[in-house]
């Protein structure tokens, strides 16, 4: 666990292509892929997520949160392993059940709508593997990444709530904390990524209470509440509105609620 370096964020990881893994990097990855109705995308994104991950130690686990279709069907028979909800809990659900499942040491987070390149797996744990960074976020928006599609309300959304964890993390939390977390401006630039790998260890100490799409930045909340280093990694992005059951409007508001009520519960608890 890295501590006291959580509030350094890297813009980008800059040391080239990931080095093959080697005695150091023989680190289990767990590959959790929370899913619903994603039967037209599962079949191609397994395979890949092998080819990607062949040097290393891993796993894959396909969450099927509640699907109607042949997700679970798809999967199994691409190797993953299974464990299903029988009906639909939400995105932060199917996280926190697939980690419940996961033997790794690594746990790197997949969206199975195939909006993810499984390419830029070795990139996104690299950080993690390097000993600099407890979670790091897969970013859309850094100079080096590659989108495809990128629509306008979202990039916007987006920048927005990037700026909005920012400012509370980096100033609010501390003074709701009694400065506990030291004062320094953390830029987030893609808070709502899917795309993410954290440590076991890491993960453990976040207090996650959230069900749905909120878990993304929440769990930047709890890093940084528990000074958990947070590293930014540049990735590829098919980023498709039609891919996503995002609501920019009712998710927006959810996650801002829950910031505010985690922000008040940990100033009270200094009182």
């Not at 970013?139 to 590659?146: F, G, I, Y």
């Not at 930045?217 to 990735?235: D, G």
Request: with cysteine; hydrophobic share 40%.
């Amino acid at each position: 666990m890295l501590g006291e370096n959580y509030s350094r964020i890297v813009r980008g990881y800059e040391s080239g292509e990931p080095a093959a893994p080697d005695s150091a990097s023989q680190l289990l990855v767990s590959v959790i892929i929370p899913a619903r109705d994603e039967a037209n995308s599962i079949g191609s994104l397994i395979p890949k997520i092998k080819e990607s991950l062949s040097g290393y130690p891993h796993e894959i686990i396909v969450v099927d949160d509640g699907s109607k279709d042949e997700t679970k069907e798809i999967a199994r028979s691409n190797g993953a392993v299974i464990v299903s909800h029988e009906k639909n809990l939400g995105k932060g659900a199917a996280m926190k059940t697939g980690v419940e499942n996961a033997r790794g040491d690594i746990i790197l987070f997949l969206d199975g709508d195939g909006a993810h390149d499984p390419q830029d797996i070795p990139r996104v744990i690299a950080p993690i593997l390097g000993g600099e960074a407890d979670l790091v976020i897969g970013s859309r928006t850094l100079p080096e990444s590659k989108v495809s599609i990128s629509p306008l309300s979202r990039r916007l959304s987006n920048n927005l709530a990037s700026f909005v964890i920012s400012v509370i993390i980096s100033f609010l939390l501390p003074l709701a904390t009694l400065f506990k977390c030291p004062v320094k401006y953390i830029k987030i630039t893609d808070c709502t990524s899917g795309f993410r790998a954290t440590t076991k260890e890491g993960w453990q100490k976040l207090d996650l209470i959230s069900q749905g799409f909120q878990i993304e930045t929440e769990m930047l909340y709890e890093a940084a509440r528990n000074k958990l280093a947070i590293t930014e990694v540049p990735i590829s992005c098919n980023w498709n509105s039609e891919l996503s059951r995002l609501s920019i409007v009712k998710d927006g508001f959810r996650t801002l609620k829950l910031l505010v009520w985690k922000l008040l519960n940990n100033a009270k608890r200094r009182m």
